[in-house]
């Protein structure tokens, strides 16, 4: 942690970003970064998705897997690049998006399930806010379940 805050008030990002590291911290940082982008291509697919389509769960759910398609290619392009640049410990690198793709899968159902909890079975958030707050849960069960299930034992990065 005391790295992450060094290079955060030092103002060096060309370090927090592009430099090779194995702590944990940056790690996850750049993950949140990169999330944060693909976030805003998930929200944005989403939501030109369900005003082009209407309301409703069904229009909800299309949505959210709309968004979820386009976010996942996003966050896998740019984890590649930014946060998980060592090899993965399952397959190649086609092997390794399909991983990626299944983990982001389960992700996907848990996002369907919440935001249909949020906004219609138990609670009545709107559509808009609850897929912020359920993105902010699915995000640490897809950064965890990436981490342990292709990246875990692979310590050695990229130069």
């Known amino acids: 942690m005391k790295e992450l805050f060094k290079l955060l008030f030092t103002f060096k990002f060309k370090d927090l970003m592009f430099t090779p590291t194995d702590n944990g911290f940056i790690?996850?940082?750049?993950?949140?970064?990169?999330?944060?982008?693909?976030?805003?291509?998930?929200?944005?697919?989403?939501?030109?998705?369900?005003?082009?389509?209407?309301?409703?769960?069904?229009?909800?759910?299309?949505?959210?897997?709309?968004?979820?398609?386009?976010?996942?290619?996003?966050?896998?392009?740019?984890?590649?690049?930014?946060?998980f640049t060592e090899n993965a410990t399952k397959t190649s690198l086609k092997g390794e998006f399909v991983w990626y793709f299944i983990i982001g899968a389960v992700g996907w159902g848990l996002n369907v399930l919440l935001m249909m909890v949020f906004t219609s079975w138990i609670f009545n958030i709107n559509r808009y806010v609850a897929k912020i707050i359920v993105t902010l849960i699915v995000l640490v069960y897809n950064y965890t379940a990436r981490k342990l299930i292709l990246y875990s034992g692979s310590s050695k990065t990229k130069a």
Do not use: W
Request: a positive charge; aromatic letters at 18%.
């Open 27 to 83: 790690k996850f940082f750049r993950y949140c970064f990169v999330g944060g982008i693909a976030f805003v291509v998930d929200y944005l697919a989403f939501t030109l998705t369900c005003l082009a389509l209407g309301a409703g769960d069904i229009i909800t759910a299309i949505g959210t897997t709309v968004g979820f398609i386009c976010g996942i290619i996003v966050n896998f392009l740019l984890s590649k690049k930014f946060v």
